[in-house]
């Protein structure tokens, strides 16, 4: 194992208290005004009757993003 990723590991750990973590992702809705299109309403509308695409996003401890994905 690289000494990156074992930094990385051990501040995960000393953080959250779960070993043997290296990176996070979380997801975020972002709203948006309505797009217009056949498919807008089925593809970006949102159950909080608003419109909206969902971020997914992977970062390490220092919170460096490793990918995002729209």
Known sequence: MGHRMQDVMTKFKNW???????DAIDDSHIAITKLSGAFA?????HKTKGYNIVAQVV????KDLL???W
């Not at 309403?41 to 509308?45: F, P, V």
């Not at 970062?59 to 220092?62: G, N, P, S, T």
């Open 67 to 69: 990918m995002c994905m």
């Open 16 to 22: 959250c208290v779960m070993p043997s973590v290296v």
């Open 41 to 45: 309403e089925d593809y970006y509308y």
């Open 59 to 62: 970062v390490d401890i220092q």
